[in-house]
């Protein structure tokens, strides 16, 4: 437990790359959105304006992952820790990481939420519908998601370090001909139609957390047995 703890604190060597950054984007992109809001039009739309900038959290944290394999699992490898510890150590940081930013996401939402959207109706770091109203629920709603980039960029990180452009090529031609085929099949009318209804049907915890956790395991177990086989 002692070396999981260890291969986990790894995480943290670097604070100023694994939490300044996706952080410093995010602020960043909250300050960009907040006067546009207030000078524009856009906060006059029915409930207030809604943007997507704090999916710019979730990206840097996935990329902050797949430097965790690229970056650390050499260095750790080096100090004796087995392939699994780094994988078990890499599990429990990402884990720690989604309650807490998730923790950090719910008390900004109820600060937004007390002041109106900060003076300028602007929902920005619980957009829409994942703004669910209760603090303890809103950490769920908003971590699993991030759990799910935790353990996504993983596995990214995992695909580069085994196959190296090679593999992370196949995955972006894989990726784009997957989604490609979904875009084609839910622009034909009934089709659309029938995703449009089984996503209005599903309840908001299944849509923020159900599906992020069972992607978050997916991923955990694929990069797992990927990890197995990568050379440092």
Avoid: C
């Avoid at 939420?113 to 920005?124: C, D, E, I, P």
């Avoid at 994942?130 to 980039?149: E, H, I, K, T, Y």
């Avoid at 995955?171 to 009318?189: D, K, M, P, Y």
């Amino acid at each position: 437990m002692n070396r999981v703890l260890a291969a986990a604190r790894l995480h943290t060597m670097n604070p100023l790359l694994t939490i300044g950054v996706p952080w410093g984007i995010a602020t960043l992109s909250f300050a960009i959105n907040l006067p546009i809001w207030a000078l524009t039009g856009a906060s006059d739309q029915p409930g207030g304006g809604i943007t997507g900038g704090v999916i710019s959290l979730y990206i840097t944290v996935l990329v902050v992952f797949v430097q965790s394999v690229t970056q650390l699992l050499p260095f750790a490898m080096g100090m004796s820790l087995s392939r699994r510890t780094f994988y078990l150590g890499t599990a429990l940081a990402a884990l720690v990481l989604s309650l807490v930013y998730g923790a950090v996401l719910s008390a900004l939402t109820a600060v937004e939420n007390a002041t109106g959207g900060w003076g300028v109706r602007l929902n920005f770091w619980s957009p829409g519908p994942f703004d669910v109203g209760n603090a303890a629920l809103q950490v769920v709603v908003s971590g699993a998601p991030m759990l799910a980039a935790a353990f996504l960029g993983v596995a990214i990180g995992v695909v580069m370090k085994r196959w190296g452009p090679t593999g992370l090529w196949s995955l972006v031609v894989a990726s784009i001909l997957v989604f490609g085929g979904l875009a084609i099949l839910v622009s034909w009318r009934r089709a659309w139609g029938d995703v449009g209804t089984w996503l209005v049907d599903q309840s908001m915890l299944t849509l923020a957390v159900a599906i992020p956790v069972v992607l978050a395991l997916a991923t955990a177990a694929l990069s797992y047995a990927g990890l197995r086989r990568v050379v440092p």
